[in-house]
């Protein structure tokens, strides 16, 4: 048997950044390639005009890219957001807990 290391994933590289670990950048291509697709070949089937179709694939390629891009990055933002915001609740609480900072907390928010 021979000892072949296999690499769990070859990754892709851009300007020295692994796409792999950018958030939303997988999906925003796959959606704005398959949406450029769709809509180009949706565009030579009603006109038959290859130049055509092929700017309008690529323009709806490179706008669906974009807006899912913005929309998924924003929607991460929020909630990464969120989720620091319960971190620091989380351990002012783990702080707080029996003290008396605590009982006047509560009965505040009652």
């Not at 290391?5 to 590289?13: L, R």
């Not at 300007?15 to 565009?43: H, K």
């Not at 709806?60 to 319960?86: D, H, K, N, P």
Request: charged letters at 20%.
């Amino acid at each position: 048997m021979t000892d072949e290391s296999e690499e769990p994933g070859k990754s892709f590289f851009i300007f020295g950044r692994d796409v792999s670990q950018i958030p939303c950048f997988r999906n925003s291509f796959l959606y704005g390639i398959s949406g450029g697709i769709g809509i180009g070949v949706l565009t030579f089937l009603g006109t038959s005009r290859t130049h055509l179709s092929t700017n309008v694939g690529f323009g709806s390629f490179f706008c669906g890219t974009i807006a899912y891009w913005m929309t998924c990055r924003y929607q991460w933002s929020v909630r990464r957001f969120e989720q620091q915001q319960l971190r620091e609740a989380m351990r002012r609480q783990a702080l707080y807990e029996g003290t008396e900072v605590e009982r006047d907390l509560d009965l505040k928010s009652a």
